[in-house]
């Protein structure tokens, strides 16, 4: 079997999560992670045997490599790619695509100049409960779709890690924005976002918000986007997707995932699913083949192109329509 040579750039805990993933793939070999923090990069190469380098150029220069996942922090992201592309190698960039919208299409339009596959790291599509939501919209089991509410919400230390590089709505209301456009199956055609403001946290982003989007086919939903959930929260996330259709109606939750666990520590709920792997194997999968990208730049600039909108009505307070 021939094992497509992928590298990873960023070894924070996403990267390190696809370092992993990529071990399970048997059609895929990891051969290559870069990070600038020297002993970083020599532990997880020692790890999966992979070599260890800095910077992305030093990786691109590797002998052999095929594909890269980038896992930088977002706004790093385009010289990365950009780099990539030039090198004509394949790529998995982290969702969002970018935080900079000017930035997210010259990625994209890197890729196109270079002919070489871009994807984009929307995990969300590759839960089984998502996929089945999407069965349910397009088969015509719920009837026409008259309404979404879509739930994102994280621990409140989650805002600490991320340092106020990015607000709730580029880290965590991306995911729902594409998931909807992608259960749904329709584009937005207007936005309209308010954020909290009684209870700031320590970095001046937006923290908890409530966005409401009407598609195009006239269907309407709400997203809320947040990380005030407790430290101890059984869980340590509360993610959630109801849609209400003209014949029917779908509930889906991914805190509990059908397994509790009681014991003298509490109660939790463990992560049953491994939609990274999925991800990670559906971008393996396609360059070997030589198939389109399954998530495509341009889902990345649409999702991309949701956050604005709703960046924009906060600061507004008006409808933005796209």
């Not at 005030?228 to 997707?241: E, W």
Request: charged share 20%; with cysteine.
């Amino acid at each position: 079997m021939r094992r497509l040579q992928v590298g990873v750039i960023g070894l924070g805990e996403i990267g390190g999560a696809h370092c992993a993933s990529i071990a399970t793939l048997p059609q895929a070999q990891l051969v290559a992670v870069a990070d600038l923090r020297a002993d970083v990069a020599t532990k997880v190469a020692g790890e999966y045997g992979a070599t260890a380098y800095a910077t992305a150029d030093e990786l691109l220069a590797h002998p052999g490599i095929e594909a890269v996942i980038i896992a930088l922090p977002d706004h790093l992201h385009l010289a990365a790619a950009e780099a990539t592309a030039a090198a004509g190698k394949a790529m998995l960039v982290e969702k969002p695509l970018a935080v900079d919208a000017e930035e997210a299409k010259a990625i994209v339009r890197a890729a196109e100049a270079a002919k070489t596959l871009l994807m984009v790291g929307f995990t969300v599509r590759y839960f089984p409960q998502y996929i089945r939501a999407r069965q349910a919209v397009a088969s015509g089991e719920l009837g026409t779709l008259v309404s979404a509410f879509a739930r994102r919400a994280n621990v409140v230390t989650q805002t600490d890690r991320i340092q106020g590089r990015v607000g709730v709505l580029h880290f965590l209301g991306v995911h729902d924005f594409d998931a909807l456009r992608w259960v749904i199956g329709d584009e937005v055609a207007s936005v309209h976002s308010i954020s909290a403001t009684s209870s700031p946290l320590a970095h001046p982003v937006e923290n908890e918000t409530f966005t409401t989007l009407r598609f195009k086919k006239g269907a309407i939903a709400c997203v809320q986007a947040g990380w005030y959930l407790p430290t101890n929260h059984p869980a340590g996330f509360d993610f959630r997707l109801d849609l209400t259709g003209r014949d029917g109606s779908l509930n889906l939750s991914m805190m509990e995932q059908g397994l509790a666990i009681h014991s003298k520590s509490g109660t939790s709920y463990p992560y049953m699913a491994s939609p990274l792997i999925a991800e990670d194997r559906d971008f393996v999968d396609s360059v070997l083949a030589g198939a389109p990208s399954p998530i495509t730049g341009a889902d990345g600039l649409a999702a991309g192109a949701i956050v604005d909108a709703a960046l924009e009505s906060i600061a507004t307070g008006r409808v933005v329509n796209l």
